[in-house]
């Protein structure tokens, strides 16, 4: 079964950075897609970011220049690195794993809250 657990949330000034990270167990890693989303309050929940088993990274366009995704095959974690962060950057953040051929949604995290305040 698989379960994703998420940390490095917390409350940082505009300008500041932040580094989330997700654990997973109970998957394989070079067959999964691994990306992170965020919900803000009253918003419909975005894709910010994802990396293929393979490789290859998609942003959106809201983070691009600013995040960065990367993952270790070998510990099973996905991390965002956050930078610049902005107020708009306030949400709650949560990890997805998806199989490569799999026809529902994946598995999620619970989330970690990121705020962007000062």
């Known amino acids: 079964q698989v379960q994703l657990v998420e940390s490095g949330g917390g409350l940082v000034q505009p300008g500041g950075s932040l580094r989330l990270s997700c654990a997973a167990s109970g998957i394989i890693s070079s067959i999964y897609t691994m990306g992170w989303y965020r919900q803000a309050p009253g918003k419909q929940r975005e894709l910010v970011a994802a990396?293929?088993?393979?490789?290859?990274?998609n942003y959106a366009d809201s983070v691009k220049g600013r995040f960065a995704i990367s993952r270790d095959f070998a510990k099973n974690t996905v991390f965002l690195q956050m930078n610049s962060l902005k107020p708009d950057d306030t949400a709650v953040y949560l990890c997805?794993?998806?199989?490569?051929?799999?026809?529902?949604?994946?598995?999620w995290g619970q989330g970690t809250q990121v705020t962007v305040s000062s």
């Open positions: 997805n794993a998806k199989q490569r051929g799999s026809l529902t949604g994946g598995s």
């Open positions: 990396i293929t088993s393979s490789g290859m990274i």
